[in-house]
């Protein structure tokens, strides 16, 4: 089939118009009864020069449409405010690569996904140990092995907490979020069995 590009003619297509009565070959597309959507990409009419420019003189885009729907619509961020998994700054993954860390962009890649698969053997041993997922964020809050005991536990504990308090880095009070969050986490882990 041959296009001509300036024009929306398909030339040598086998179809009639699709207007009643009409027995030109139909040369030019327009949009059909069905809309593209969930149920798939809609259907088109075929029609011939004149019935055409019939149908483009009397077509509505909006036919059908609220104030807001059209608004919406007209709006140059129409169609960009669903957030795709392909397109999230993540991809699913925990965080966007630190592209400047890397000379090679499949680097960067790779490494993400590197750490992805860490995370998931990380889970499987959580899941082995009967470590449930609140108890797994503070082992990682606290970054500490699923095997530290009592000891290793404080003394973990003792050296973030000299890092992150306002009163031991000189009244710093950029940390105190990822004070809180250790705190919590030497909390939560104190109080099971595997550190009594």
């Known amino acids: 089939m041959k296009q001509n590009r300036f024009h929306g003619r ?15 070959p139909g040369e030019f597309r327009a949009p059909g009864e069905q809309a593209p959507g969930f149920d798939g990409p809609g259907n088109y009419r075929w029609f011939c020069l004149d019935h055409i420019r019939a149908f483009n003189a009397g077509y509505d885009f909006f036919r059908g449409m609220s104030q807001e729907e059209i608004e919406r619509a007209q709006s140059p961020l129409s169609g960009w405010a669903a957030e795709t998994r392909a397109f999230r700054p993540t991809a699913g993954i925990d965080q966007a690569p630190r592209w400047a860390d890397f000379s090679d962009p499949l680097a960067a890649i790779s490494a993400r996904a590197r750490m992805r698969a860490d995370d998931v053997r990380k889970a499987q041993d959580a899941a082995r140990r009967g470590i449930n997922p609140a108890e797994r ?39 105190e979020a990822r004070l809180s969050e250790v705190v919590e986490a030497y909390n939560h882990l104190r109080r099971l069995p595997a550190f009594a």
């Open 137 to 175: 964020r503070a082992y990682d809050a606290l970054g500490l092995a699923f095997d530290a005991d009592r000891r290793a536990l404080r003394a973990r504990y003792s050296e973030l907490v000299r890092r992150y308090h306002p009163d031991r880095n000189g009244g710093d009070r950029a940390h």
């Open 10 to 24: 398909v030339q040598g297509s086998k179809r009639r118009c699709d207007a009643p009565g009409c027995t030109e």
